[in-house]
């Protein structure tokens, strides 16, 4: 019996990794600071619609979706994924790469509040439109740092989400790739970020935060079932050849 054409065959049918090229991290922290933009007048119609004059106001709570009361001090996780092989460009001095269209499976959620929104149904649901990036910037004689956004839209509302850290003035990462390991202390300057536009009325509240914890949660990982289905052949092979 020929074995060869079944080692061939256990390299090509091997068991695919799961989400092999997506990189997972996760994130907690606590609100600093509530921003409200509240819109005044609103100016011109259709399409060219937009708001005259606002104000600004910094309250202690604010009441989301769902009516959902977030206030300054209440503690929030999430998590994201950041898929490897999204398209990227370079920044013209070659130290910072945007990934585009790479954040995804982005989970939040603070005082009862989700995100995305689950149980709705369009055009209520907070679904995200896919064109979240991710940054990461290698400055070798300045600072490095790591942003990601993502984004949440529906007929009367509009989420940002930001989540960053940087080095301050140190050398963390070693070149532009997708970092598969997070020193969190050795990039001490942490910011988070939610703003929330409503459609309708042009009101905006951002609210702030500092990051407690920034992990990496998985990593894409070796095509396993290839490499044992290979290695049976081998041994199977061997067994054979000490047989004859």
């Given at each position: 019996m020929?074995?060869?054409?079944l080692i061939?065959?256990?390299l090509l049918?091997?068991s695919?990794p799961?989400?092999?090229k997506?990189i997972?991290?996760?994130f907690s922290g606590?609100?600093?600071?509530?921003i409200?933009?509240k819109c005044?007048?609103?100016i011109?119609?259709?399409?060219v619609?937009?708001c005259?004059?606002?104000?600004?106001?910094?309250?202690?709570?604010?009441?989301a979706f769902?009516?959902k009361?977030?206030?300054t001090?209440?503690v929030?996780?999430g998590?994201?994924s950041v898929?490897t092989?999204a398209?990227y460009?370079?920044?013209r001095d070659?130290?910072?790469?945007?990934?585009e269209?790479?954040?995804q499976?982005y989970?939040?959620?603070?005082s009862?509040?989700q995100?995305p929104?689950p149980?709705?149904?369009?055009p209520d649901?907070?679904?995200s439109p896919?064109?979240g990036?991710f940054?990461v910037?290698?400055?070798?004689?300045?600072?490095d740092?790591?942003?990601?956004?993502?984004?949440?839209?529906?007929e009367?509302?509009?989420?940002s989400?930001l989540?960053?850290?940087?080095s301050?003035h140190?050398n963390?990462f070693?070149?532009?790739g997708?970092?598969t390991?997070?020193?969190?202390d050795?990039?001490?300057i942490?910011?988070?970020?939610?703003?929330?536009?409503?459609?309708?009325?042009y009101n905006?509240?951002?609210i702030?935060?500092?990051l407690?914890?920034?992990?990496v949660v998985?990593?894409?990982?070796?095509?396993?079932?290839?490499?044992?289905?290979?290695s049976a052949?081998l041994?199977?092979?061997?067994r054979?050849?000490?047989?004859s």
């Amino acid at each position: 019996m020929n074995l060869k054409p079944l080692i061939l065959s256990a390299l090509l049918i091997g068991s695919p990794p799961i989400n092999a090229k997506l990189i997972t991290y996760q994130f907690s922290g606590f609100v600093n600071e509530i921003i409200e933009v509240k819109c005044t007048s609103i100016i011109g119609g259709g399409l060219v619609e937009r708001c005259g004059g606002s104000e600004f106001g910094y309250p202690d709570s604010y009441l989301a979706f769902d009516n959902k009361l977030i206030s300054t001090y209440d503690v929030f996780t999430g998590s994201f994924s950041v898929d490897t092989d999204a398209p990227y460009s370079l920044s013209r001095d070659g130290n910072g790469a945007l990934y585009e269209n790479s954040v995804q499976d982005y989970q939040f959620e603070m005082s009862g509040l989700q995100l995305p929104m689950p149980g709705l149904s369009p055009p209520d649901y907070l679904a995200s439109p896919g064109y979240g990036y991710f940054l990461v910037s290698d400055y070798q004689y300045s600072y490095d740092e790591i942003t990601a956004t993502n984004y949440l839209t529906s007929e009367d509302w509009f989420v940002s989400s930001l989540v960053g850290l940087s080095s301050g003035h140190s050398n963390v990462f070693d070149g532009t790739g997708v970092p598969t390991e997070i020193d969190f202390d050795a990039l001490p300057i942490r910011r988070f970020q939610l703003s929330i536009g409503n459609r309708a009325n042009y009101n905006q509240t951002t609210i702030n935060g500092t990051l407690t914890s920034f992990s990496v949660v998985s990593v894409p990982e070796p095509a396993t079932g290839v490499l044992f289905l290979a290695s049976a052949g081998l041994v199977a092979l061997r067994r054979k050849k000490a047989q004859s």
